[in-house]
């Protein structure tokens, strides 16, 4: 019923956030849980983004293979990487999840991609 995604803490030169996040792997439960009835009540809605995000890592989850592994990324500043994807000890994506018509490549995902 939740999955909880472990914080990707490899690199030692920054301060980054060690607690995991934790998601509810059924959306259509979560909606109904908070009561949501539609989809125009839900982009409405403040979870919006934060159910959005669960269900996409949760569709990635299913369609990854074995022996990859899927972490967060998050420094004190705020730079954060929604999803990062992982073989072994390598950091091999960054995924960046958001609920926009137009989407932006923020400053601190760059930063992500350059400490991963």
């Known amino acids: 019923m939740v999955r909880r ?7 030692a030169k920054k301060r980054l956030v060690k607690s995991p996040k ?3 792997r059924d959306t259509g439960i979560l909606h109904r849980l908070l009561n949501i009835p539609s989809i125009d009540s ?3 809605h403040p979870v919006a983004g934060g159910s959005w995000e669960g269900y996409v890592i949760e569709q990635i989850y299913q369609c990854k293979p ?3 592994e899927m ?5 004190q500043t705020g730079a954060e990487c929604d999803l990062v994807l992982v073989q072994g000890v390598t950091a091999v994506a960054c995924i960046e999840i958001k609920l926009s018509n137009s989407p932006v490549v923020s400053k ?9």
Not at 5 to 11: A, D, K, R, S
Not at 71 to 75: E, K, L, N, P, V
């Open 66 to 68: 074995d022996y990859t």
């Open 42 to 44: 839900l982009l409405g």
């Open 5 to 11: 995604l472990q914080p990707w803490f490899v690199n």
């Open 71 to 75: 972490f967060f990324y998050r420094t």
């Open 108 to 116: 601190g995902s760059i930063s992500c991609v350059q400490d991963l």
């Open 22 to 24: 934790t998601y509810i």
